[in-house]
Nanobody, 124 residues
């Protein structure tokens, strides 16, 4: 079973940057599309960003497309989320998730493996 471990969260100020990492235990990491989701206080889990197995295709929610960048290093079996110009509304627990298969979907239900989450708290 694929295991995912997020790191890099923490308290930051408005306008700051953070880079989240998601280490994946899989010898076939490049076969998985990866994504970041988040769940803010009192909110449902929402898609943030996704990346294909090769890294050639990326996907973003409109709320972060001009501030966040998703990347992956298949040699290190790790996915990243670079978050710039953080806002209070970015406060949430951020989860990474892995999706097998050739068809991309941003739906949480289509992701088979999840990390435990890392908290990001943005204050002014």
């Amino acid at each position: 079973q694929v295991q995912l471990v997020e790191s890099g969260g923490g308290p930051v100020l408005t306008g700051d940057s953070l880079r989240l990492s998601c280490a994946v235990s899989s010898r076939t990491f490049s076969r998985y599309a990866m994504a970041w989701f988040r769940q803010g206080p009192g909110k449902s889990r929402e898609f943030v960003a996704g990346i294909s197995g090769s890294g050639e295709s990326t996907y973003y929610s409109s709320s972060v497309s001009d501030r966040f960048t998703i990347t992956r290093d298949n040699a290190k079996t790790t996915a990243y989320l670079q978050m710039n110009n953080l806002k209070a509304e970015d406060t949430a627990v951020y989860y990474c998730a892995a999706q097998s298969g050739n068809h991309w979907s941003p739906l949480a239900t289509d992701f088979t493996s999840w990390g435990q989450g890392t908290q990001v708290a943005v204050s002014s």
